[in-house]
């Protein structure tokens, strides 16, 4: 049985989340199950992007405060750190208020710009994978993830969280050899198994919905999800969103390796009732994700009928990151005829939907459409 502790948390003020995560690190034994004297422990936020907290991108300053409190409490070493999409980790724990805490603290910055490879048998599909020094010179692992939506897989919850544990540029190269949305949630599993977080608490005081993971709008969900299970607690935030679990790629897969459970009935909740922070109106995409090959005829058909992004000029910046950051080859973004005056275009023959240009566009500028024969094969 895997217990998910969910505790309602109306604001960012310290003193309100501090008392928050210590109740629901207390329903699950208390920090001393999960950090001890002399460990070193590695705080792991979600720090996507260089983005300020009221953006709503990256873990709360305040939610990463208190569980580092509450943690240094133990006598463990703490050191903190995530690889963002784009930038450095440095650059992106400053705009985002979690430098200024740490520094407060006396928290180490972790080296996620460098990574060695690893080999892991016990992995379904993936058994190497670059990790970030800072996740191997660590003993254990306390994960912080943002409750957020996301083109990929859904949304970003426990389970994905962990992606940022591979060093930069690397990520990229997964999405453009994994293209499939299912198998990438399979490398994330796999991913999770290796690096295997003691403790997830996910911050959803303010969540993201809509055009997340960056482009989305803050929604108040007042409400901080703690557990060793990160598929429990990711089903639970489904089920709180009037999802169906199933939908989100990482559930099935994450069951079927071992790392947790979706069942209801194998979820035992703990804290505030579940009930009161149902949002059936939560702007996600309620809809099973349909198989992607990039290959042939598959792909021919795919690519008239996977959800597509797509670029609304007005809100264009012509910054190029998009254009930066697309992992496909050739490039499925590229500038037109008229340069940077006017907004990049897709080639969507080439564009293996991973979205990374969607997840990094600093103006939301970039969303996700249906395709014409989807909605009719739809009905």
């Given amino acids: 049985m895997s217990r998910v502790a969910i505790i309602r948390c109306g604001s960012y003020d310290f003193a309100e989340v501090r008392n928050s995560v210590q109740r629901g ?4 034994g ?3 199950r999960f950090a001890g004297k002399g460990e070193k422990i590695l705080l792991k936020p979600n720090l996507l992007i260089a983005d300020p907290p009221e953006k709503c991108v990256t873990t709360h300053p305040s939610v990463f405060r208190a569980a580092a409190e509450i943690f240094l409490s133990t006598g463990a070493i703490l050191s903190y750190g995530d690889s963002p999409s784009i930038g450095s980790t440095a650059g992106a724990a400053k705009k ?3 430098a200024a805490v740490a520094e407060d603290l006396g928290i180490a910055l972790a080296d996620f710009k460098n990574g060695e490879e690893i080999v892991f048998d016990k992995g379904r599909q993936n058994k190497k994978f670059t990790i970030a020094r800072g996740i191997l010179e660590s003993e254990g692992v306390i994960s912080l993830p943002k409750l957020k939506t996301h083109g990929l897989m859904r949304f970003t919850g426990a389970v994905k969280n962990q992606f940022g544990c591979i060093p930069g540029t690397l990520k990229a190269e997964f999405h453009l050899k994994i293209p499939d949305p299912f198998n990438f949630a399979q490398m994330l599993v796999d991913l999770n198994m290796f690096v295997k977080p003691r403790l997830y608490i996910m911050d959803g005081i303010q969540a993201m919905e809509g055009n997340g993971p960056r482009g989305g709008k803050p929604v108040k969900m007042n409400v901080l999800l703690l557990s060793e299970d990160p598929v429990a607690l990711d089903a639970v935030v489904c089920r709180m969103l009037g999802m169906d679990p199933e939908f989100v790629p990482t559930m099935k897969a994450g069951m079927d390796s071992g790392m947790g459970t979706f069942l209801e009935d194998e979820i035992e909740l703990a804290g505030d009732d579940l009930g009161q922070f149902f949002n059936d109106r939560f702007d996600i995409k309620r809809l099973p994700k349909k198989h992607f090959s990039g290959k042939g ?19 264009c910046e012509k910054c190029g990151i998009c254009v930066d950051i697309c992992p496909a080859e050739p490039k499925a973004l590229a500038w037109g005829r008229k340069g940077t005056s006017m907004p990049p275009v897709y080639d969507y023959d080439t564009c293996i939907r991973c979205y990374c240009c969607q997840e990094v566009c600093p103006e939301s500028a970039i969303h996700l459409k249906v395709p014409f024969l989807r909605r009719i094969l739809r009905g």
């Fill in 96 to 98: 985002a208020g979690l």
């Fill in 297 to 315: 005829i598959s792909r021919f058909i795919n690519n008239r009928i996977i959800s597509r992004p797509y670029i609304i000029e007005d809100k």
């Fill in 30 to 32: 208390g920090a001393g």
């Fill in 25 to 28: 690190i207390d329903l699950l």
